[in-house]
């Protein structure tokens, strides 16, 4: 089975004050298509760093990187841009849903910017919003949804450009634990209908849901 993410001996670091903090300390990773991945590390870990990585969002100091078969590494700012786009969902802790805008609006935001026509965008995104039983709040606003639904529009948005890597990174955290449950459910039937999904917890609970766990701490990785 084909590799998703594959990294190799990625190093981070970053200037405090007269010294320097490595935050990732040579991890290799390998992440296959299909597979759902919860990387498990408390605050201060690297985490965070990790996931910025892997969402192309940071650059890092040295090792390789290769997404869906593109190599990420040496990579200038408007090709990460377009990486970020084209092969990345992300699922963010607060939603990162644009207010002003309608439910629809915010789901077919990645498919305009990507040059599709409006009616293409439209379609696709209805269809992704009805997939996950939000057809009844397409002219919503995120602020007239509860915790649960903006989630569910966060990743309708994820899913809409068919990505090749769901990157989520404290998806349940906002969420009470029914909620959390059901998007973590939702999570479990996305990954059986074949999606690749990386997911960012610092909660072993929540990480239990995948089928692999990876920890990192001290920005080592260990497997479980």
């Given at each position: ?25 040579g ?11 919860a ?20 650059k ?19 090709k ?37 026509s ?30 649960g ?49 990386v ?26």
């Amino acid at each position: 089975m084909e590799n998703v993410i594959e990294l190799t001996n990625i190093r981070k670091s970053f200037p405090m004050g007269d010294n320097v903090l490595e935050v990732l300390k040579g991890i290799s990773l390998t992440v296959k298509k299909g597979e759902f991945l919860a990387v498990l590390g408390p605050s201060g870990s690297g985490k965070s760093t990790l996931m910025n990585v892997i969402g192309c969002m940071d650059k890092f100091d040295s090792g390789e990187y290769f997404l869906d078969g593109e190599a990420i590494h040496g990579m200038n700012d408007s090709k990460l841009t377009r990486i970020r786009n084209e092969k990345i969902g992300f699922i963010f802790q607060k939603y990162h849903l644009i207010n002003k805008y309608s439910v629809l609006r915010n789901v077919e935001i990645p498919l305009l910017l990507r040059g599709y026509s409006q009616k293409q965008a439209s379609a696709a995104a209805e269809e992704k919003l009805a997939r996950l039983g939000m057809e009844k709040r397409l002219a919503h606003k995120p602020n007239e949804l509860s915790g649960g639904q903006q989630q569910r529009a966060a990743i309708a948005r994820a899913l809409v450009g068919k990505p090749a890597l769901l990157l989520a990174d404290e998806p349940t955290g906002a969420l009470d634990s029914a909620t959390g449950k059901e998007v973590l459910e939702l999570f479990s039937e996305l990954h059986r209908e074949g999606n690749t999904i990386v997911m960012i917890t610092h909660d072993l609970n929540v990480a239990k849901s995948a089928e692999r766990i990876v920890h990192i701490v001290d920005g080592e990785i260990s497997e479980d």
